[in-house]
Each structure stands twice: as C-alpha cells, then as structure tokens.
C-alpha cells in the first residue's frame, strides 16, 4: 500500500527554521519524483517544491525560492524540506506527494510541476509561523 508521512511540522517564530520529512512506504523512493505543496485556509493550493528521482531537476516556487531547500535520501526513503526565514504566510498545512511515474519526464521550464501531475499524498503537517 502506497503511504507518505509527513512530520516535522510546528510553531516557529518569524525567522525561525524548521525541517520536514516525507517517509514513503509501500513503494521505492528511488523511482519517483517528490514534491512539497501546501495548503492554508482561504488562500489556493500551491506547490512549493520538487525533486526528481535523480535530483537533476530540483525547483521550487518563487514565493520561497531561496529560503526553502529540498533533498532527499533514498535508502532512507525519505524527502527533506528545510525551511529558514520562515514568515507568518507560510503557515499551511504542508504536504508531500508522488510524481505519477508517466509524466515524471516532463519539464516545465525550470517551474514546480502543477497539482496534477502527482498521484499519491500524504495527510500534512501543520506549519505555524506566528510571534
């Protein structure tokens, strides 16, 4: 059974940092790509983040593009999503997911892959960025 687990979240204080695992079960994190989106209240889905299986390719959002950092470690099975300089916008609930294996060779000019293009997700966790 395909599962991603999320963990890390928290409350951090403007300018704090926090790191996010993803943990992949059930399937081999080596054939896929990862992403990161996340999801506050009011506000749209957004992608924030992805890493393809060989790490060739690694983008992110504009809107944490050099604050944000992604990696991974397959024999850990595990993505990373270190986050500094956090700001109180970032609070959301932050998910990882599952490049489907059929597009994962699409390229959309240096930009996050859309919502669609991936098709397992894990249940979030909640990132607070409040003094």
């Known amino acids: 059974q395909v599962q991603l687990v999320e963990s890390g979240g928290g409350l951090v204080q403007p300018g704090g940092s926090l790191t996010l695992s993803c943990v992949a079960y059930g399937f081999t994190l080596d054939d896929y790509g990862i992403g990161w989106y996340r999801q506050a209240p009011g506000k749209e889905r957004e992608v924030v983040s992805y890493i393809s299986r060989s790490t060739r390719r690694i983008n992110y959002a504009d809107s944490v593009k050099g604050r944000f950092t992604i990696s991974r470690d397959n024999a850990k099975n595990t993505v990373y999503l270190q986050m500094n300089s956090l700001k109180p916008e970032d609070t959301a609930i932050y998910y990882c997911?599952?490049?489907?294996?059929?597009?994962?060779?699409?390229?959309?000019?240096?930009?996050?892959?859309?919502?669609?293009?991936?098709?397992?997700w894990g249940q979030g966790t909640q990132v607070t960025v409040s003094s």
């Open positions: 997911g599952r490049r489907a294996t059929a597009l994962t060779n699409i390229d959309y000019m240096g930009r996050v892959p859309p919502f669609r293009d991936f098709d397992s």
